[in-house]
C-alpha cells in the first residue's frame, strides 16, 4: 500500500534552516510528481511546491520562493524540503502528497494529490 | 493566482440530510477540480477529482458536478463520518490553489 511519511519537522528560530524529509513507499515512486502542502494551525491548505517526476521541474509557491528548495532521491524513494530564512508565517503542519490520477494535457500535466502523508509540524518561533 | 470561493463557510445539518457545498473559481479551470474531506488532526483525503470522478473506495453518496467556474460538492445523506471540513481545489494551473474550506457539523 502507498506510504508517505514526513519526518523533520520541530521548532525553529526565525532566520534558521530546516530540512523536511518524505519517505515514500508501496509505489513506483520515479513514476510520479510529489508536492508539499501546508496548513497554519486553525487554518486551511496552501500549496508549497512541486517536483516533477524525474525531478526535471519544480515550482514554488509565491510565498515561499527564494527560501524553500524542493529535491527528490530516486535511491531513497525520498523527497525533500529544504527551507531557509524561516519565518513565524512558515508555521504550519507540512504535509507531502503525491501527484496522482494525472493527465497529461496542452496545458502540462494536470493531476491531483491522491496520498498524503501524516504531516510533520514546523514551528517557527524565538 | 486563480482564488476559489466556497459556500457557506460552516454548514450545519441532521443524520439523513442532503447537504451541497459551493466551490466557484475566480476564471475558468474547465473541470479541473477536485474536493478533500479533512477531519481532525488528519491528512486530507481525495473524494473527487475532474470535477465529478469519485475516487475509489468513497462511498456513492458523495458526488461532483460543474465545470468552468461553478461547482459543486453533494452529500445525497449525511452519515456520522461526514462531519469534516471540505476544502476544493483547481489544478488547472501554477500556483494550485484552494478553498477556504466548509466544516459540516452536527445540527
Known amino acids: 500500500q502507498v506510504q508517505l511519511v514526513e519526518s523533520g519537522g520541530g521548532v525553529v528560530q526565525p532566520g534558521k534552516s530546516l530540512r523536511l524529509s518524505c519517505a515514500a513507499s508501496g509505489f513506483d515512486f520515479s513514476g510520479y510528481g510529489m508536492h508539499w502542502v501546508r496548513q497554519a494551525p486553525g487554518k486551511g491548505l496552501e500549496w508549497v511546491s512541486l517536483?516533477?517526476?524525474?525531478?526535471?521541474?519544480?515550482d514554488y509557491a509565491d510565498s515561499v520562493k527564494g527560501r524553500f528548495t524542493i529535491s527528490r532521491d530516486k535511491s531513497k524513494n525520498t523527497v525533500y524540503l529544504q527551507m531557509n530564512n524561516l519565518r513565524a508565517e512558515d508555521t504550519a503542519v507540512y504535509y507531502c502528497a503525491r501527484e496522482g490520477k494525472w493527465e497529461m494535457t496542452s496545458g502540462g500535466i494536470k493531476g491531483v494529490f491522491d496520498y498524503w502523508g501524516q504531516g510533520s509540524l514546523v514551528t517557527v518561533s524565538s | 493566482d486563480i482564488q476559489m470561493t466556497q459556500s457557506p463557510s460552516t454548514l450545519s445539518a441532521s443524520l439523513g440530510d442532503r447537504v451541497t457545498i459551493t466551490c466557484r473559481a475566480s476564471q475558468s479551470i474547465s473541470s479541473w477540480l477536485a474536493w478533500y474531506q479533512q477531519r481532525p488532526g488528519k491528512a486530507p483525503k481525495l473524494l473527487i477529482y475532474k470535477a465529478s470522478i469519485l475516487e475509489s473506495g468513497v462511498p456513492s453518496r458523495f458526488s461532483g458536478s460543474g465545470s468552468g467556474t461553478e461547482f459543486s460538492l453533494t452529500i445525497s445523506s449525511l452519515q456520522p463520518d461526514d462531519f469534516a471540513i471540505y476544502y476544493c481545489?483547481?489544478?488547472?494551473?501554477?500556483?494550485?490553489?484552494f478553498g477556504g474550506g466548509t466544516k459540516v457539523e452536527i445540527k
Open positions: 517536483i516533477w517526476y524525474d525531478g526535471s521541474n519544480k
Open positions: 481545489q483547481q489544478y488547472d494551473n501554477y500556483s494550485l490553489t
